[in-house]
């Protein structure tokens, strides 16, 4: 805010006698500038419109749903099996952490024990999600504020990362690679022995990553104190994942609500005090270590066994018995086309996920569909206070404050 | 599907909301589920936040489903959408997943919602709940007293009908001509 004081200090004010002593010179003169839905810095259908004063936000508002599919509605009227396609387009950074999540909820209503390679598998694909996620994060939010170099590092590394999933699935983004009670393929031969390549190569970059940003002096002028969200109001605001543990939250629920193989892994959770965009890429940066050391203790641990759960009502028959024989194209075709029942029930898996909390509601009544499919997705927590974030802040840091809590547009809106 | 929850906290927290809770449900659920009356709902979260031993005070959901649609065909009178009558009470449950950063547990709260009622918001204890009773309200028309700014959020502000009732056909597309106003955000363009 500019005051009369401030106008005085320099040149003497020639409308002395018309303004009060300490009145905002700008008060009727605010600007109203429109951010998005198209804009390159929002990286998705995001609006928001800022009221300046100058350049600083005197206010802003959000506007969302520019993306909306009715993702919850269709989860509705589709078979359980037919949904899991769907969960790849929620966060598409992390797809596979949204199988996961999406199948584990389903099984529970089920009640299906699941064999431990099958775990396994799933916890390595969680946390190669999450270093994507990560590496898009860090990338993008750099990238705004002018640090192209930083960005094109990690997103070579993320291609490394696409290239081994897509060896597992047949997919990059939307991977669609779990199904209740299994998974799509087994790991393929030689798949371990890649991912440690790639482990080797991705620490390699992200000491380099590390050293060109971290201590970087233009980096940290224009990050450090930007978009304060204390730990009462982070908590209220329900924000979850890095972005509140960046607040000095000590909470991450594979070490404190264990699932999948998360309890037999060792790994640190990474908390910073600062409250700002330059702790939640800290605390994104130092999870990926720690990523890159569970994904070692996974390489080294990864059972042997079956991937299927021995249950005959999620089994899909195998392609050679359906080429082969008539019953079991029979079974191949009411397995897709009817689905499986589910006996009634609810119930809410949520894990971690790359940006906070995901997890699915699902309310079954009995039969091949859910009764109500809630998804819980961890974005649309993380920008309703942005407008708290942003305000007194000048409008350039909008831009640093949106990259830095990782909005994705395909979870926003569902 | 096994109840991940300790059994004597659930008897604990029966006992201590007797007065608010009007029944427990323990069975094919993973957190137990406690229905609450709907005007003692504010005190009862209030009350839990804090409560020495449980202190759920992480919101970590808020959601509704429509528990009780109405059975008759759907009527439509050409311009917008109107459902039949519906059955009368508690059509519609909220529901509310709490989580607890002392002892990480969860539980699930619900409360029963008429068509047409009101229910009281519970923005003043958590700020997340704004949106999320914004999402509900677009989504399936209940609407929240002491609610700060209650209208659309996902969906255009001239959508007719709300889409998640189950009531509502899955194929009822609506189009409009232009896009929404910044005035319609709540903003003025003349200050």
Not at chain 2, 6 to 29: F, G, L, M, Q
């Amino acid at each position: 805010m500019i005051t009369k004081t401030d106008v005085n200090s320099k040149k003497q004010n020639q409308f002395e006698d018309e303004v009060e002593e300490g009145a905002d010179l700008f008060e009727n003169s605010q600007m109203l500038i429109n951010i998005g839905p198209q804009h390159p810095a929002t990286h998705g259908t995001l609006r928001m419109a800022c009221r300046l004063n100058g350049e600083t936000v005197v206010d802003s508002v959000c506007e969302i749903g520019y993306l909306h599919r009715a993702m919850e509605k269709l989860g509705e009227v589709k078979t359980y099996h037919k949904f899991i396609p769907y969960t790849d387009r929620l966060n598409y950074c992390s797809a596979l952490q949204n199988n996961v999540a999406y199948v584990t909820t389903v099984e529970k209503l089920l009640g299906i024990e699941i064999p431990d390679r099958n775990i396994w598998i799933r916890t390595m694909v969680s946390e190669i999600a999450r270093i994507i996620d990560h590496l898009i994060c860090v990338g993008i939010n750099a990238f705004d504020l002018g640090a192209m170099t930083f960005f094109l590092y990690g997103f070579h590394q993320r291609e490394q990362a696409y290239t081994l999933i897509e060896q597992l699935c047949g997919s990059r983004l939307t991977t669609t690679y779990t199904r209740v009670g299994g998974l799509s393929g087994d790991l393929p031969d030689g798949f371990i022995p890649r991912l440690k390549e790639w482990l080797v190569e991705l620490e390699a970059t992200l000491k380099e990553m590390d050293k060109l940003l971290t201590t970087n002096r233009i980096w940290v002028d224009r990050t450090k104190g930007v978009g304060i969200m204390s730990a009462d109001d982070a908590l209220s605001y329900s924000m979850t994942g890095p972005c509140l543990r960046a607040s000095n939250v000590n909470v991450d629920l594979r070490r404190d609500r264990p699932y999948l193989a998360y309890k037999s892994l060792e790994f640190d959770v990474p908390v910073a005090k600062g409250c700002d965009v330059y702790d939640r890429y800290l605390v994104r940066m130092r999870e990926m270590h720690e990523s890159v050391r569970i994904l070692r203790q996974i390489a080294e641990k990864m059972p042997s066994g079956p991937i299927w759960a021995d249950d005959k009502r999620v089994r899909i028959p195998e392609k050679e018995r359906v080429h082969n024989s008539m019953e079991s194209l029979i079974h191949h075709f009411k397995f897709f086309m009817e689905g499986f029942d589910v006996p009634p029930g609810e119930a809410y898996c949520p894990m971690e996920g790359p940006n906070g909390e995901v997890g699915f509601y699902i309310i079954s009544k009995g039969g091949p569909k859910a009764y109500r499919m809630r998804i819980r997705a961890p974005s649309f927590f993380m920008f309703q206070p942005a407008p708290d974030m942003v305000r007194g802040q000048p409008i350039a840091d909008v831009i640093a404050v949106i990259g830095s809590v990782n909005i994705i547009a395909g979870e926003l809106d569902r | 599907m096994i109840l991940d929850f300790p059994k004597e906290k659930v008897e604990r927290i029966r006992a201590r909301y007797s007065d608010a809770i009007e029944s427990v449900e323990t069975e094919n659920t993973d957190a137990p589920i406690f229905f609450v009356k709907k005007e003692r709902v504010l005190e009862f979260f209030k009350s839990i936040r804090t409560e020495e031993g449980l202190e759920y005070n992480f919101l970590s959901d808020l959601t509704a489903y429509d528990d009780n649609p109405p059975t008759a065909s759907i009527v439509d009178y050409g311009l917008g959408f109107v459902a039949p009558e519906s059955p009368g009470l508690g059509r519609f449950v909220m529901v509310y997943q709490l989580f607890s950063l002392h002892s990480m547990e969860r539980i699930r709260v619900k409360v029963r919602v008429g068509d047409g009622e009101e229910t009281p918001s519970v923005t003043p204890i958590w700020k997340a709940a704004n949106w999320l009773e914004r999402e509900v309200f677009d989504m399936y028309g209940i609407k929240f007293s002491g609610h700060p700014n209650l209208r659309r959020i996902l969906l255009d502000d001239r959508w007719v009908g709300h889409p998640q009732r189950k009531d509502y056909p899955i194929k009822r597309y609506q189009r409009f001509e232009g896009s929404a106003t910044i005035e319609s955000l709540g903003m003025e363009l003349d200050k």
